[in-house]
């Protein structure tokens, strides 16, 4: 039986550790940065922000996770994010996916996925 994505990223335990180093590289990315360092003194905010990514991950890799938060057009309605801005948040998932050692094929399914969401996110 082939395994899902949520498998080979590790399950809930890995995803967790993904996001959490993917938040990581935004918050020192010049590029995104003004939109993350905020949230640095709201912890119980990004917290929930976290809760969140990684059970929306978790559900959109094939885990058994239930994601509960908002739609990703809800999400970003009104932000505004550039291309550049999207494109420096993939570049920090690879980056936090190279740290954690995952394969080529785990990249290019996540890349597809984010691809696949760019439509609910940029210029909104």
Do not use: W
């Not at 550790?17 to 590029?31: C, E, R, Y």
């Not at 990514?53 to 058994?64: K, L, S």
């Amino acid at each position: 039986m082939a395994r899902t994505l949520y498998n080979r990223l590790g399950e809930l335990k890995g995803i967790t550790k993904l996001v959490d180093d993917v938040v990581d590289l935004h918050m020192s990315n010049p590029t995104v940065s003004p939109r993350f360092v905020p949230y640095m003194d709201q912890p119980d905010r990004l917290k929930l922000i976290k809760h969140h990514t990684v059970h929306f991950f978790c559900a959109g890799a094939g885990g058994p996770q239930e994601y509960k938060g908002r739609d990703m057009v809800t999400t970003h309605k009104g932000m505004n994010i550039s291309e550049q801005e999207y494109l420096a948040v993939m570049d920090d998932i690879l980056e936090a996916m190279d740290k954690n050692k995952y394969g080529d094929e785990e990249k290019k399914d996540v890349l597809a996925i984010l691809y696949s969401l760019k439509g609910g996110v940029i210029r909104l």
